[in-house]
């Protein structure tokens, strides 16, 4: 009939019309939506530093650098890391994108491993003031952020070994992706909020 | 395209339609039919306008009086608290859900939402963060008492020292409600976006798509703010931080940017959809084609990028400084443009048309005046020296409710007996829908215009008792809600007795023009199914004797032997 897509007639299923396009812009919107949360935790901290009467809590005298650095440069390579895994997949090299795919994952959980190491050797809690709070919230909830994506790589993982399965586009692993370039981007800022400018 | 007498397309069998008496166990399950969820937003819906109307009637009873009488101030705070929190957060946000629901994939023509299954989801969080909200009256200390904007340092309290309170319940809820909303948003965008009919380019749309894109748009953009200060008032409650205690270093009005931020811009998710209703319905009742319909559309997107930026006109009285008050003053003032914009072209409509006075243009007209009263005494509380004088009195509580009730209210009692017929099958009962059109407008009325007056005279807002001297204004105000609370009488009994055994609908009973109007009513599953029409005009082409969309007459001979 008139104006048929005819990719929606093909995945035609009783009670749902599936298409790929459709998960793409919908995550996008999600993502875009997301990252507002983000900007009002940055414009929190920024408000409350510029205003709090005692921003550091006392006996702490600011945060070390060096190890972070570290762990920033790993997680944001790695985000070449897997656009080098996608490019894989395109060109239907599946070994190739799996091994590459997994560095990412290790990548990634490398800097989780990092910023537990930081958090247990900090002097100061949750609860110590405003800059306590503020750091653990950012750096906690970006975390979650990387522990999520690392979940959600594992599982484009598991799922490359079922066969057919990228017959229909490779919309799990380019969304994946995406988050993960979405997660390095909010690292560097936050990086740059809370270690830059001290 | 020629069509005989017996096309091969209409001989397809019927598919099970929603709300046929044989298949209402649907509405109680994990459906992933839009019209379904629809149906099950809008009933949940009105169920909890119940709840908090009798929360509101014993909040205006106690205020019958000047002392406090009928309940505890303690129990008071905790009524108005509940009371908001009910009416915006499970009445108002998934009433207009459910209109999402049921109009957008069939205005647009397509089958169904994007993603049907996290459009389920969103709808079962409802059932399931109105109970940990109506679970909170149990809670130890009784429920979240600070207000529905819970500013800090109020709802910082924690006096019996419990994990659970009333407070935590609350954010508890809102953060979850948030969840929901934003994933309704992402479906109800993506839908718009990616599914229309062919043909149906934007400035094809009919503007309840415009509006509700609109509308999803500041959802997705504010409640994560929200979202953000909910979780560090979270903290501060129950965590031991201290983003928004002073005696830790915080600074509580920083949470006060961040719930406005979004729940200002929340009023126009709310008002947002009703304009669309507006702008579908006069068009029919009035037989004219909508006035600047290019016009009405661009406004909805204007008036969602102004309200982004009016927020600390709600601040304009705790420690904003001067330069800010000035900014938000202008800005607040030209959200009154485009809002101008629309209400022009719907009185341009109107102007000469051919009226039809029945109940969803009565309750549209009722919307329309109270729109107008409500928004000039919007633009008065944007003056910064009149807000300084009412701010926190009885006339803010006022204004607020002309928007909320009087216009939000109307707008979506107007559609839901504009579009009962589609969606059920069933014509309503007109008599009664005209009872409660007049109960509710007298009583509407009679509840809050008074309430100016007493807010003028410096009638503070949130106490239990007050001095003898407003007591005419706060009688008259609780008779008009008592009148509400029985004007949903005549309301509950059109609705469920249509239901069960009203007259057949037919497909279009108010010859109007739109796709869902070409469907069979109510639409089957998938709506169009395999033939979605080509949309080839503009809409609200009445009485200018054009089609809506390629081939017509198969689309309306269709729907009348469905």
Same mark, same amino acid.
């Given at each position: 009939?008139?104006?048929?897509?005819?990719?929606?007639?093909?995945?035609?299923? +009783?009670?749902?019309?599936?298409?790929?396009?459709?998960?793409?812009?919908?995550?996008?919107?999600? @993502?875009?939506?997301?990252?507002?949360?983000?900007?009002?935790?940055?414009?929190?901290?920024?408000?409350?530093?510029?205003?709090? +009467?005692?921003?550091? +809590?006392?006996?702490?005298?600011?945060?070390?650098?060096?190890? +972070?650095?570290?762990?920033?440069?790993?997680?944001?390579?790695?985000?070449?890391?897997?656009?080098?895994?996608? @490019?894989? @997949?395109?060109?239907?090299?599946?070994?190739?994108?799996?091994?590459?795919?997994?560095?990412?994952?290790?990548?990634?959980?490398?800097?989780?491993?990092?910023?537990?190491?930081?958090?247990?050797?900090?002097?100061?809690?949750?609860?110590?003031?405003?800059?306590?709070?503020?750091?653990?919230?950012?750096?906690?909830?970006?975390?979650?952020?990387?522990?999520?994506?690392?979940?959600?790589?594992?599982?484009?993982?598991?799922?490359?070994?079922?066969?057919?399965?990228?017959?229909?586009?490779?919309?799990?692993?380019?969304?994946?992706?995406?988050?993960?370039?979405?997660?390095?981007?909010?690292?560097?800022?936050?990086?740059?909020?809370?270690?830059?400018?001290? | 395209?020629?069509?005989?007498?017996?096309? *091969?397309?209409?001989?397809?069998?019927?598919h099970?339609v929603p709300g046929a008496?044989?298949?209402?166990?649907?509405?109680? =399950?994990?459906?992933?039919d839009a019209k379904v969820i629809g149906i099950?937003y809008i009933v949940?819906?009105?169920?909890?306008?119940?709840?908090?109307?009798?929360?509101?009637?014993?909040?205006?009873?106690?205020?019958?009086?000047?002392?406090?009488?009928?309940?505890?101030?303690?129990?008071?705070?905790?009524?108005?608290?509940?009371?908001?929190? %009910?009416?915006?957060?499970?009445?108002?946000?998934?009433?207009?859900?459910g209109f999402n629901n049921l109009l957008i994939p069939t205005m647009i023509g397509a089958?169904?939402?994007?993603?049907?299954?996290?459009?389920?989801?969103?709808?079962?969080?409802?059932?399931?963060?109105?109970? %940990?909200?109506?679970?909170?009256?149990?809670?130890?200390?009784?429920?979240?008492?600070? !207000?529905?904007?819970?500013?800090?340092?109020?709802?910082?309290?924690?006096?019996?020292?419990?994990?659970?309170?009333?407070?935590?319940?609350?954010?508890?809820?809102?953060?979850?409600?948030?969840?929901? =909303?934003?994933?309704?948003?992402?479906?109800?965008?993506?839908?718009?976006?990616?599914?229309?009919? *062919?043909?149906?380019?934007?400035?094809?749309?009919p503007?309840f798509i415009?509006?509700?894109?609109?509308?999803?748009?500041?959802?997705?953009?504010? #409640?994560?703010?929200?979202?953000?200060?909910?979780?560090?008032?979270?903290?501060?409650?129950?965590?031991?931080?201290?983003?928004?205690?002073?005696?830790?270093?915080?600074?509580?009005?920083?949470?006060?940017?961040?719930?406005?931020?979004?729940?200002?811009?929340?009023?126009?998710?709310?008002?947002?959809?009703?304009?669309g209703i507006? =702008?579908e319905l006069?068009?029919v009742y009035?037989?004219?084609?909508?006035?600047?319909?290019?016009?009405?559309?661009?406004?909805?997107?204007?008036?969602?990028?102004?309200?982004?930026?009016?927020?600390?006109?709600?601040?304009?009285?705790?420690? &904003?400084?001067?330069?800010?008050?000035?900014?938000?003053?202008?800005?607040?003032?030209?959200?009154?443009?485009?809002?101008?914009?629309?209400?022009?072209?719907?009185?341009?409509?109107?102007?000469?048309?051919?009226?039809?006075?029945n109940t969803p243009m009565?309750?549209?007209? !009722?919307?329309?005046?109270?729109?107008?009263?409500?928004?000039? &005494?919007?633009?008065? #509380?944007?003056?910064?020296?009149?807000?300084?004088?009412?701010?926190?009195?009885?006339?803010?509580?006022?204004?607020?409710?002309?928007?909320?009730?009087?216009?939000?209210?109307? !707008?979506v009692f107007a559609g839901i007996y504009h579009w009962f017929p589609k969606f059920t099958g069933r014509m309503y009962?007109?008599?009664?829908g005209?009872?409660?059109?007049?109960? &509710?407008?007298?009583?509407?009325?009679?509840?809050?215009?008074?309430?100016?007056?007493?807010?003028?005279?410096?009638?503070?807002?949130?106490?239990?008792?007050?001095?003898?001297?407003?007591?005419?204004?706060?009688? #008259?105000?609780?008779?008009?809600?008592?009148?509400? !609370?029985?004007?949903?009488?005549?309301?509950?009994?059109n609705m469920? =007795?249509s239901w069960?055994?009203g007259p057949q609908a037919p497909p279009n009973p108010w010859r109007a023009i739109g796709l869902e109007w070409l469907l069979p009513s109510p639409p089957p599953a998938e709506n169009f199914?395999?033939?979605?029409?080509?949309?080839?005009?503009?809409p609200?082409?009445?009485?200018?004797?054009?089609?809506l969309?390629?081939?017509?007459?198969?689309y309306v001979?269709r729907s009348q032997?469905a």
């Open positions: 009939m008139t104006g048929i897509n005819p990719d929606v007639q093909l995945n035609h299923t +009783p009670g749902h019309v599936k298409h790929d396009g459709h998960n793409m812009t919908g995550f996008v919107i999600f @993502l875009c939506s997301e990252s507002v949360i983000f900007l009002a935790f940055f414009a929190g901290y920024a408000v409350l530093k510029l205003t709090a +009467p005692q921003w550091l +809590p006392d006996g702490v005298d600011g945060l070390e650098v060096r190890m +972070p650095l570290i762990n920033s440069v790993v997680l944001v390579s790695s985000s070449f890391v897997a656009y080098g895994a996608e @490019l894989c @997949l395109h060109a239907r090299k599946l070994w190739r994108f799996r091994a590459v795919w997994l560095l990412t994952m290790a990548m990634g959980s490398y800097f989780i491993y990092g910023q537990y190491v930081e958090w247990s050797e900090l002097s100061f809690s949750l609860s110590s003031g405003v800059f306590g709070g503020l750091f653990y919230l950012l750096t906690g909830f970006h975390g979650l952020h990387v522990i999520t994506g690392v979940l959600l790589m594992g599982l484009m993982l598991v799922r490359s070994f079922k066969p057919g399965n990228y017959d229909n586009g490779e919309m799990g692993v380019a969304s994946v992706s995406l988050f993960w370039h979405f997660v390095d981007v909010i690292w560097i800022l936050l990086f740059l909020l809370i270690y830059v400018w001290q | 395209m020629t069509i005989t007498n017996y096309d *091969p397309r209409i001989l397809k069998a019927p099970p008496p044989d298949n209402w166990k649907r509405f109680f =399950s994990f459906n992933t099950q949940t819906s009105l169920f909890f306008l119940l709840v908090g109307g009798l929360l509101a009637m014993i909040v205006r009873g106690e205020l019958l009086t000047p002392p406090a009488d009928l309940v505890d101030p303690t129990v008071y705070n905790g009524l108005y608290t509940m009371h908001g929190t %009910v009416m915006l957060f499970l009445f108002l946000f998934p009433i207009l859900n089958p169904d939402m994007a993603f049907p299954r996290l459009n389920a989801a969103a709808f079962w969080l409802v059932p399931v963060f109105a109970t %940990v909200l109506m679970g909170s009256f149990f809670a130890p200390g009784g429920p979240a008492s600070s !207000g529905w904007w819970s500013y800090p340092p109020m709802s910082l309290q924690n006096p019996l020292g419990h994990f659970i309170n009333g407070q935590f319940l609350w954010i508890l809820a809102v953060a979850l409600s948030g969840i929901s =909303s934003i994933m309704g948003a992402v479906n109800f965008v993506t839908t718009i976006i990616r599914m229309r009919a *062919p043909g149906m380019g934007f400035f094809k749309m503007i415009w509006t509700a894109w609109a509308a999803q748009t500041i959802q997705l953009i504010g #409640l994560p703010p929200l979202t953000g200060g909910a979780v560090m008032l979270l903290f501060d409650l129950s965590f031991g931080t201290s983003f928004f205690r002073p005696e830790g270093g915080g600074d509580p009005v920083l949470f006060q940017h961040f719930f406005w931020f979004y729940s200002h811009p929340a009023v126009y998710v709310l008002v947002l959809p009703v304009f507006f =702008s006069f068009p009035a037989r004219k084609p909508l006035f600047g319909y290019k016009f009405v559309a661009i406004a909805s997107f204007g008036i969602t990028f102004l309200s982004m930026i009016v927020w600390a006109h709600h601040m304009f009285y705790t420690g &904003t400084p001067n330069w800010m008050r000035h900014i938000f003053m202008f800005t607040t003032m030209l959200i009154a443009v485009p809002t101008g914009v629309k209400v022009f072209a719907w009185l341009g409509t109107l102007w000469r048309g051919n009226l039809r006075l009565l309750f549209c007209l !009722g919307g329309l005046f109270n729109f107008i009263f409500a928004g000039i &005494t919007g633009v008065m #509380l944007a003056t910064v020296p009149i807000d300084i004088h009412v701010g926190n009195t009885a006339f803010v509580v006022a204004h607020f409710h002309y928007v909320i009730f009087n216009t939000i209210g109307l !707008g009962y007109e008599g009664l005209k009872v409660h059109f007049v109960l &509710t407008f007298i009583g509407a009325t009679l509840n809050w215009l008074p309430l100016h007056w007493a807010g003028l005279l410096g009638m503070p807002r949130r106490v239990a008792s007050y001095d003898p001297e407003f007591a005419i204004w706060n009688v #008259l105000g609780s008779i008009g809600a008592f009148m509400l !609370g029985v004007a949903s009488i005549p309301f509950i009994l469920v =007795s069960a055994r199914q395999d033939d979605i029409p080509t949309v080839i005009n503009e609200y082409g009445y009485g200018l004797g054009r089609p969309v390629e081939d017509e007459e198969f001979r032997e």
